[in-house]
């Protein structure tokens, strides 16, 4: 059907840049004026500040956030010979980091209503490993769509088994547990900066955090060639720097990163009231958590395409993160363990799971037409 208004998208990392353009066009400038294109004063200043707006000892950046949790690892001594247990329901980035740095990855279940890794589970394994598996050396925490796990357990179990918790906050830049900031509470936390996070870079990025000094400076020497003396590799290191281009860009959108997060969460709460008294609950707040609302997540356990058609009839785009859980995926399929609970409710999930449009920069008018729409669904 024709649309009367221009459809909204899931997504629209466009609109972060055009939001700041003046900002962050005296950034690109002031990077590009310098003269100095890698590893200089911008990233150096990057690190310095996320690091003091996390409440962070340190942050190190890097050309990713896949390359972020494998340099933690790489730095921890985590790889062949090793297990790493975390979740099929995230980006396949985060398994991928796991073998990029030699480890087998063990993929345990999820709770059904926040999405994040089942802490009886990880217990569960931590205390009696699967059979013709290496020992497991740690377990990597996605907060997933914007909230925290259930960390406090998770810490627990991984303390009694002298494992590592890593977080991986790819989703969940300014998210808190107990009133401190997700990346603060484990070893060493990893962030994605890909555009589309709350915390975006126009091209690609990463950045990773630990109050460990002595962990942050093997990794920032892993990150260039294991060199600590320039062109002498004391290690063997990767090739993963993030520019000083992206890092000046970052600089800027951190200053409006709260405010951003700040928006998606009144976003957030006009949606919730739109879904009242109608077929879909809204996304579950974990108790003493703050919610970022990287993605804000409905399910419809019947037909989720026709759900979609309906939104988009009305201009509304939609996503589904993830439409595929990593153990089902062709590269991993028959190939990567699975945890005891087999990944029921990880595969119930990917079937039923759609996100609305999130980012800060939708309008109040783009806001009210989804929720309109959002009633629509109300009525059937």
């Known amino acids: 059907m024709d649309q009367p208004f221009p459809m909204i998208p899931q997504a629209d990392p466009g609109a972060g840049y055009r939001a700041q353009k003046d900002e962050i066009d005296a950034a690109v400038a002031r990077a590009l004026g310098s003269g100095w294109y890698i590893l200089g004063r911008e990233g150096e200043a990057f690190e310095r500040e996320f690091a003091a707006w996390l409440g962070a000892a340190r942050a190190v950046g890097c050309a990713n956030g896949t390359d972020a949790l494998a340099l933690i690892l790489r730095g921890l ?41 089942d802490p009886d589970e990880l217990a569960a394994v931590l205390e009696d490993p699967p059979p013709g598996l290496p020992p497991i050396r740690a377990a990597i925490a996605v907060h997933l769509y914007g909230q925290s796990c259930d960390l406090d357990p998770m810490l627990a179990a991984c303390e009694r088994a002298g494992v590592a918790l890593i977080e991986d906050c790819a989703q969940a830049h300014g998210a808190t547990l107990h009133g401190r900031k997700l990346g603060t509470l484990g070893r060493a936390a990893a962030f994605s900066l890909y555009p589309t996070k709350n915390l975006g870079a126009l091209g690609d990025g990463g950045v990773l955090a630990t109050d460990d000094f002595e962990l942050a400076d093997l990794i920032a020497a892993i990150r260039q060639y294991g060199w600590k003396e320039r062109y002498v590799s004391s290690l063997v290191g990767i090739n993963s720097r993030l520019d000083e281009v992206q890092a000046a860009i970052l600089r800027a959108r951190l200053t409006r990163l709260d405010a951003g997060n700040a928006r998606r969460r009144e976003i957030a709460a006009a949606y919730d009231a739109a879904l009242a008294g109608g077929p879909f609950a809204p996304p579950a707040r974990r108790e003493g958590a703050d919610h970022v609302f990287h993605q804000y997540v409905l399910r419809a356990p019947v037909d989720r395409a026709a759900v979609q058609a309906r939104l988009r009839d009305e201009g509304v785009g939609t996503g589904i993160h993830y439409p595929v859980p990593v153990h089902l995926q062709p590269a991993y399929l028959d190939r990567v363990p699975l945890g005891p609970a087999g990944c029921g409710e990880t595969e119930r999930a990917a079937g039923e799971v759609f996100s609305l449009p999130m980012y800060p920069e939708l309008t109040g008018e783009q806001v009210e037409r989804v929720c309109s729409a959002l009633r629509g669904l109300a009525k059937g």
Not at 93 to 116: H, K, Q, R, S, W
């Open 77 to 117: 001594g985590i790889g062949e010979g090793a297990t790493v247990a975390t979740v099929s329901h995230t980006a396949v980035a985060t398994v991928a980091a796991i073998e990029m740095a030699g480890a087998v990855p063990l993929l345990l279940d999820i709770d059904p209503d926040t999405y994040t890794m």
